[in-house]
């Protein structure tokens, strides 16, 4: 293991002069491990190899890459707290939250190595020849999903793990037979590595080609720039911001050969609460939604940012409730000193604007980059008018909306950007008389949750990790379960084939044993 260096198929190298530290926010000092940054060779270098290893990787067998993925999960494991402690250093989060990190990362490869084993994830559609069809002969025809080619991931900073060097994007993209280039979070470059380490042996164990993997340090853009502009690199994954998830939407779009960008980005995540609900449990929801709102600083994507109700005594009281539950919670640290200044230089820009009342206290946390949380308040029509309030606070930080009536909570949700998930806390009643509220909800995210929080994505085959523009460059698809696999194919059809030249999937004598729709 040579901590430090890119990792470009089998091969450590480090011919660079740019290097960088990660941090450890916590202690609020930088790590000892210096990590050098990719040039343009070794990039270049990754991609070509990659194309290379795509020839042979996208033939591989189902069984083949179930194993392989198997055994990522195996050697991510066998790291052991070498890896706890590293995620621990270059984030300030807590050992659970690692090891939980961990086990989801694991189950996620695990996930789709199940998945490519009973093979049927190709959707094989086959339809029959009829050479007595009037008036023109039926034709054979059958069709199935096939890898686009090398993927290249970007690391999520606010999840090392579950998001970055084998997390979901990567698990996916290996699963469909896809080479996958991360491009490493600069903030846990060495978690990164000793992930990608884990990869690399396993690709050696089970005898993947050279180049299936690789991950490249990067401490700025450029690093990315060159990988989403690269003419052999197929499609891209990403979790972030709004402003970069953007960048490289574009970017691939002005490429002679545009690719697909499927980005997760902001999201806001509203939450609807009306009155018998919220009158009959307003302790229960006031104390679940502060531990929502200040859960890991608030650095999740489905962080709870904005809370509607009608305005009136009962959202009144949810509101001190909720404020005080808010006060009992301690500051909690960011991933990065530059997370930390973002969020303050966003809540400051919300919170300056007139028509907002700040509820909990404005002193300030002991500890650098540590965050305390935020509950602001603003009746409807100010919310309407005010787009500066409808942008995300990546962090602690939620706005409560005093709406004057239920078609005004409809205008303000239909006025909202894409979003991830939104919550409706009512009674089944309640529900049933809100269809309009619900329908609203539906058409603006990729996930309702009924009397919960958003905050915990649950990796499952029925999971939607996406929603409308900006929450995610692409609503038909999600970032999270088994579904995800379908980012990284297109659909393919063979006509008139004779069945000894069909990949398995599309034999008459179905050998692989997959579920085919024949028509």
């Known amino acids: 293991m040579e901590l430090g260096k890119n990792l470009i198929g089998l091969t450590y190298t480090a011919t660079g002069s740019k290097t960088f530290t990660t941090f450890n926010p916590k202690l609020n000092k930088a790590n000892d491990i210096s990590f050098t940054e990719a040039t343009s060779e070794e990039i270049d270098t990754a991609v070509e190899l990659a194309a290379i290893a795509f020839d042979a990787y996208k033939n591989t067998s189902s069984k083949e890459r179930a194993h392989f993925l198997n055994t990522i999960a195996d050697e991510i494991l066998a790291l052991g707290d070498t890896l706890v402690d590293m995620y621990c250093q270059e984030t ?18 695990q996930s789709f190595a199940n998945l490519v084993s009973k093979g049927s994830w190709v959707d094989a559609t086959i339809d029959v020849a009829n050479p007595d069809r009037t008036p023109f002969p039926k034709l054979d025809i059958r069709r199935m999903d096939i890898p686009l080619g090398p993927v290249v991931v970007f690391g999520a900073s606010n999840f090392p793990l579950a998001y970055s060097t084998a997390g979901g994007d990567t698990a996916s993209a290996l699963a469909a037979g896809c080479p996958v280039i991360v491009k490493s979070h600069p903030m846990h470059a060495g978690t990164g590595s000793l992930v990608a380490e884990a990869i690399t042996l396993a690709a050696k164990k089970t005898g993947m080609p050279d180049g299936v993997f690789s991950n490249l340090n990067s401490s700025g853009i450029e690093v990315g720039q060159q990988l989403v502009s690269h003419p052999k690199v197929k499609a891209v994954g990403f979790t972030g911001s709004i402003r970069g998830g953007r960048a490289l939407l574009d970017l691939a779009a002005q490429r002679p050969e545009p690719i697909p960008v499927f980005a997760e980005m902001g999201s806001i995540n509203p939450v609807v609460m009306f009155s018998k609900e919220l009158e009959k449990n307003t302790a229960y929801w006031a104390e679940a939604y502060a531990k929502s709102i200040s859960l890991a600083a608030g650095q999740f994507c489905t962080q709870p940012g904005l809370i509607l109700s009608l305005k009136g005594s009962v959202f009144t009281n949810f509101t001190n409730l909720l404020v005080a539950e808010i006060k009992k919670i301690d500051a909690n640290c960011m991933l990065h000193p530059a997370i930390f200044e973002g ?9 300056s604007q007139p028509e907002l009342e700040v509820l909990t206290d404005e002193t300030f946390a002991k500890n650098s980059n540590y965050a305390l949380s935020s509950i602001v308040r603003v009746d409807g029509g100010a919310f309407l008018k005010n787009r500066i309030l409808h942008e995300e606070v990546f962090g602690p930080y939620t706005l409560l909306v005093e709406c004057e009536s239920l078609a005004q909570m409809k205008s303000i949700i239909m006025n909202l950007d894409g979003q991830l998930t939104a919550s409706l806390i009512a009674t089944e009643e309640e529900a049933k008389a809100s269809f309009e509220i619900i329908d609203a909800l539906q058409n603006r995210v990729g996930r309702l949750v009924f009397n919960g929080v958003p905050t915990g994505v649950e990796v499952c085959n029925s999971m939607v990790h996406g929603g409308p523009y900006p929450a995610s460059t692409d609503s038909r698809f999600s970032a999270v379960g088994v579904h995800a696999i379908k980012r990284w194919v297109r659909p393919f059809s063979f006509q008139n084939f004779p069945d000894s030249l069909l990949p398995e999937a599309l034999k008459e004598l179905n050998p692989l044993g997959i579920k085919q729709t024949r028509i």
């Open 343 to 351: 969020f303050q230089f966003n809540k400051n820009k919300a919170q």
């Open 92 to 109: 300030g989060l807590p050992e659970g939250r690692a090891k939980g990190e961990r086990g989801r990362t694991i189950f996620q490869l």
